[in-house]
Each structure stands twice: as C-alpha cells, then as structure tokens.
C-alpha cells in the first residue's frame, strides 16, 4: 500500500464494518469468539476517535442454532419464505443479545436497527435513519445494523447485506466501508488483488456469487465497491477470520483488497440528495433512445418523455427510476417527475418533440461515468 494511501485510511473517520453469515457460524455452529473479535477491533478503531456503524447478518443462521436445541424441532430441507423469516425473527434476538453481551465486555455500548428497502426508497423515513444513527453515535453507542427479515419479501430487499452496508455508508457519509469475508480477498484466477484502482465491467466479470451461506458473494462486494468509488468512500474486502484484519489494514499491513474512491469524488463529495438516488434500489428502468442518451451524456439535459422509448414498472412520482439506453447500458438514475402510469401513456408515439414533458429533471439525475451493461 502507497504511503498517501495508507495516510488517508487513517484519516478515516466514520467507518461501517460488515460481518457476513459464514464468519458467524460455521459447521458447528454460532461463533461466539467471532463478536469477540469484532468488539476488539471496533474498540481499536473507538480508541482513535472513529465513529463506527456495524452491519451484521446472521439472524437466519441464529434462528437455525437456536430451534436445533428443541427436540420436537424438525428443519425443512427447503424452508420457504415464511419460515426463513422466522427463523430470522427467532435469530435476530439471540444474534442481538449477543453482539450486546459480548460488547459490552470491552466497553462499547450498542443498540439495534432492522431497515427494509422500503425504509430507504421512502425519503423522509431514509432521513429519520440518518438521524436516529447520529443521535447514537453522538450517545457513543455502535448501531447495529440487520436487514428486517421478517418484513423483508422480494420487491422489498436490497438483496443482500453487502448491498445493505453500501446504502447505510452513503447515508453515514463514510469514509471507509470495511466488508469482512471468508475468503482473502477479491481472487482474479485464484490469486489475490491488493489494490483496484477502478472497478469495471472486467473485474466484475472475476466475480462470483455466493459460495456459502451467505447471500452475496464476490460480486456484490465488488458491487458495493465500485459505488463507494464514485460516492468517495474506500472499500476493503478483508479476510475476517484473521486475527485483526482491520487493524492489520490500518498498520499498512497487506491483506485483502482495497478500492480507494475516485479522486474526483473524495475532492468533491456527492450531496446527500445525490447519494440516495445513487443508493436507493429503484421503483423501474426507463430506456432511452440515442437522441436523448446524446442529451443526457454530453449536453446536461434532462431527460424529456419523447426520448423514452420504454417504461418498465410500477412507479410513483418521486420514485427513483434506472436509465438505460438501448444497448442496455445503465447510464443514469434519476426521479421521476412522473408516475409510470402517466409515463406509459406519453411514450410509444403518443407524444412528440412539442408535448414532451419532463421526466427526470437534471437536478435530480445522477450519471454514471463508467456506463456498463445491465446484467
Ligand atoms: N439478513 C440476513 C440474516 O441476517 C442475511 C443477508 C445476507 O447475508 O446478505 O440472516
């Protein structure tokens, strides 16, 4: 790691940590000494006057332990949605508790949030979070973060908690998301990267989903960092069964992989507005047509219903919507002026030049400068 860089880690201030399933538990169970582990390390980044967030999975797999204990407990050899949010719902309880005895063991004092998607597409709730999480920290309690399993179906989920960790960064204007794994780090052909400098279509390509029982896998990690690099925060991907990877990363030490943030957007950070249509998960995908991708891209404009050519899904006006051109590249997201309803109405010859109206105002639209294609 560069000198610069290792400064500027250092000089991190508001830090969310994310602990996934497989390092929570393994084929013999919950892992105590894994909570142990992180109260240490959250206690060394205390120490230096960093505030700290915690994103933490495991409810499932805590539910799990917790029922094995039962004698007339039979598990379902494919357990339906209701009986995984269950099996959170029981999980959550025994995780939290633990997380609240073993913390503070060493001191720290924590408290519990559970969000769904929906808690974050709705921006005065998104804004109430972001309060809530400051009035925490500003009581020197570390928030401990879950995604709420239990409310949680499809439409409603971020998908997975590396996704979660990435939005509640950006709410928290991080400076450093730390995702910690069971495995080394980003692995291109079974050997490790240290350092991406740019998180692009290729590297997304090395990789893969899940491998054990948590959700995400590689590919949202790397996801998750290649938004951190245009909302200006660093991304470390470290191996979480070491003794103290985060302290290690913060000695210099070379472990894992990082993916420091743009040098544009650490210079010029992205407004909060900005941040949440960046991170929100989106209502529907509208798909443009050359003309309009031209405005969009090079002239600043905002986009006009005549360059619609397409509206997927249900939306309302506010709601925040992908843009994609006819290639199937994302190159923005932006809000909706309009419902889709009115949209479906106004596209598909039914509007011209002259009767365009505003769909996404350029105030409220956020470009991506390394447009990729939708997978
Ligand atoms: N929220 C889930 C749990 O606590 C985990 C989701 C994930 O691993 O990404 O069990």
């Known amino acids: 790691m560069r000198q610069n860089q290792l400064k500027a880690l250092n000089d991190c201030r508001r830090i969310v940590v994310k602990v996934g399933t497989g390092l929570l538990a393994d084929e013999n169970g919950f892992r105590p000494e894994m909570i142990q582990k992180l109260a240490r390390e959250i206690h060394f980044l205390k120490k230096a006057n960093r505030q700290v967030i915690l994103v933490s999975s495991g409810a499932v797999g805590a539910g799990r332990e917790v029922l094995k204990r039962r004698s007339d407990y039979e598990p379902l050899a494919e357990p339906g949605l209701s009986r995984k949010q269950a099996l959170a ?9 633990e997380y609240s005895r073993l913390f503070s ?32 920290l500003d009581l020197d309690v570390v928030p401990i973060i879950n995604e709420n399993d239990t409310v949680s179906t499809e439409e409603l989920k971020f998908g997975d908690n590396d996704m ?12 450093c998301l730390i995702i910690l794994t069971t495995v080394d780090g980003f692995l291109r052909d079974g050997k490790r990267i240290p350092f991406i400098e740019l998180v692009d279509d290729e590297v997304l390509s090395f990789a893969g989903g899940p491998t054990g029982p948590g959700s995400g896998g590689m590919r949202t990690k790397m996801e998750a960092a290649r938004l951190g690099q245009r909302v200006g925060h660093f991304t470390a991907i470290l191996p979480g069964k070491q003794e103290s990877p985060i302290r290690a990363l913060l000695e210099g030490k070379d472990l894992g992989t990082l993916v420091p943030p743009f040098p544009e957007s650490s210079a010029r950070k992205l407004a909060a507005r900005k941040k949440w249509i960046l991170y929100v998960p989106g209502e529907g995908r509208l798909i443009v047509d050359d003309g309009a991708r031209k405005a969009l891209l090079e002239k600043g404009a905002s986009l006009l219903s005549a360059g619609v050519q397409q509206c997927e899904g249900t939306f309302r006006q506010g709601d925040v919507v992908e843009i994609l051109d006819n290639r199937d590249t994302v190159i923005a997201r932006g809000l909706s002026s309009v419902p889709s309803e009115s949209l479906q ?24 400068p390394h447009p990729r294609i939708r997978k």
């Open 89 to 97: 719902a029981i999980g959550q309880v025994h995780l939290i508790s």
């Open 105 to 136: 063991d060493v001191g720290i004092h924590s408290a519990q949030l559970l969000f769904s998607a929906r808690d974050f597409r709705d921006r005065r709730a998104y804004l109430n979070i972001g309060h809530t999480l400051n009035e925490l």
């Open 164 to 175: 979660l960790s990435a939005a509640c960064a950006g709410l928290f204007h991080a400076d």
């Open 345 to 368: 109405g106004l596209i598909g010859g039914h509007s011209n030049a002259n009767s365009s109206v505003e769909v996404v105002h350029r105030d409220n639209l956020i470009l991506d």
